[in-house]
């Protein structure tokens, strides 16, 4: 396949196209020294990161706003090794598809607007998520709570005590959301869950909820799907405590079908309990307008997937 060289002035019509980028890294030498190195690729829409023998690594997604995911963690064996390639497919959607007006769909355009290599600084970083833990928090926990009013008094001190430019500051406000999150959190990892009561009464994990036909034609959501779960997975890796559920056989078979070398690595992720299989039905169907027939065997086919495939029927909702 040829490959262009694009330049960031360079546009790409979206109605739901597909393009293909081969990326080619060198990373300088003495980068070895630094914790972190990531690649950042930002084309305003979604896109998938794959290896060079087609194996999905990862989903990314550009733009604005709180849904901006755009880094890639380049491993660190190729960071000794001073280079790094990877094939990104960008699909020029968002993640609600492509925007409306009317009963028109309008030809959105796209357009490049990064390509870095950077090492990030890692305290900022954590900084960054220490207080966007906070605000969420405080957005979400019942109102006038101890714990909501502890994490406003908290992001409240964030704001007042922050220097632009100042590392020990970085470090002092990380020290102040310990009031919140726990003394010696972090340095913790997993092994905080160990503390606290024996026996948990409410277990919250990540769900990712896929519309199977919506807003985008099938192929889009083949590719979300890939996108999604590829992601999860990456987390895994990096975080064992970190667990994910989710549903609707058809997009297990997409994916059987379509990127063999994900289903392989999902199945192994079920089989240690980190990947878990929830609903049991072919897809997350209406509960209201469908006739009895068509929910059994809703069930019916679902199920019969999941055991074929992973062993089990799945008995969680």
């Known amino acids: 396949m040829p490959c262009n060289r694009i330049c960031f002035s360079h546009e790409f019509i979206c109605s ?28 305003g829409c979604e896109a998938m990161i794959f290896s060079t023998d087609d194996v999905p690594l990862q989903g990314i997604t550009g733009g604005c706003g709180g849904d901006r995911r755009v880094e890639y963690i380049i491993p660190p064996q190729a960071v000794r090794d ?4 990877v094939v990104i497919e960008s699909s020029c959607n968002g993640m609600f598809g492509v925007p409306w007006d009317g009963d028109i769909i309008i030809n959105r355009y796209i357009q490049l607007a990064s390509a870095d290599l950077v090492v990030p600084n890692q305290d900022a970083w954590h900084l960054m998520w220490d207080f966007t833990t ?9 109102g006038n709570t101890a714990l909501q009013n502890k994490a406003l008094v908290t992001a409240n001190k964030f704001m007042n005590a922050f220097t632009s430019g100042d590392p020990e500051n970085i ?10 999150f726990g003394k010696g959190w972090y340095a913790k ?6 503390e606290g009561p024996k026996k948990a009464q409410i277990v919250g994990i990540s769900y990712c909820h896929i519309d199977t036909a919506w807003l985008w034609p099938y192929s ?16 895994m890796e990096r975080y064992p405590e970190h667990r994910f559920a989710c549903s609707q056989a058809q997009q297990f078979k997409w994916l059987e079908e379509q990127y063999p070398p994900l289903f392989e690595r999902i199945k192994k992720k079920v089989a240690s309990g980190q990947f878990h299989l929830i609903g049991g039905s072919w897809v997350e169907n209406d509960g209201n307008m469908p006739s009895g027939e068509a929910l059994v065997r809703q069930f019916l086919y679902g199920q019969r997937y999941f055991e074929s495939r992973f062993g089990k029927r799945w008995m969680q909702a």
């Open 16 to 43: 739901q196209t597909n393009h293909w980028w081969k990326v080619i890294l060198k990373i300088p030498s003495y980068w070895q020294q630094y914790e972190r190195v990531q690649f950042e690729f930002d084309l």
């Open 171 to 180: 470090k002092r406000l990380r020290g102040i959301a310990e009031d919140v």
């Open 82 to 85: 001073g280079k790094y390639a």
């Open 189 to 194: 990892g997993d092994k905080i869950y160990n």
């Open 220 to 235: 889009v959501t083949q590719q979300k799907t890939a996108r999604s779960w590829s992601t999860q997975i990456d987390l």
């Open 134 to 142: 906070l605000r969420e928090i405080v957005d979400t926990v019942p």
